[in-house]
Nanobody, 127 residues
């Protein structure tokens, strides 16, 4: 069974940083494209934040986080990370990781998402 477990969320003040982690339980992790998505309020769709492919430079960011967030992966640890810097209240939401064995990091910017999702970790940015 494919399982993804996110961690690292919390309540922080504007301008500070967090690092989210997502660890996978399945084998062949290096062959998956991975992504971070967020849902900013209940009832809203999850939106693309960042994706990383199988190669080291195959990375894409949403315009709203470019220059502030950094996605990375450690295949030896079966983990994908999202470093969140200079957080604003608009970054508040539930953050989910996603893994897809078939699609590319470029393609993960858009639906569909037939792969595996984690359960999410909450980030609240508030003074």
């Amino acid at each position: 069974q494919v399982q993804l477990i996110e961690s690292g969320g919390g309540l922080v003040q504007p301008g500070t940083s967090l690092k989210l982690s997502c660890t996978a339980s399945f084998g062949g992790f290096s062959g998956y494209a991975l992504g971070w998505f967020r849902r900013q309020s209940v009832g809203k769709q999850r939106e693309f934040v960042a994706t990383i492919g199988r190669g080291p430079n195959d990375i894409y960011y949403a315009d709203s986080v470019k220059g502030r967030f950094t996605i990375s992966r450690d295949n030896a640890k079966n983990t994908v990370y999202l470093q969140l810097n200079d957080l604003t209240p608009q970054d508040t939401g539930d953050y989910f990781c996603y893994a897809d064995a078939a699609r590319t990091a470029w393609a993960l910017q858009r639906e569909p998402y037939p792969g595996s999702w984690g359960q999410g970790t909450q980030v609240v940015v508030s003074s």
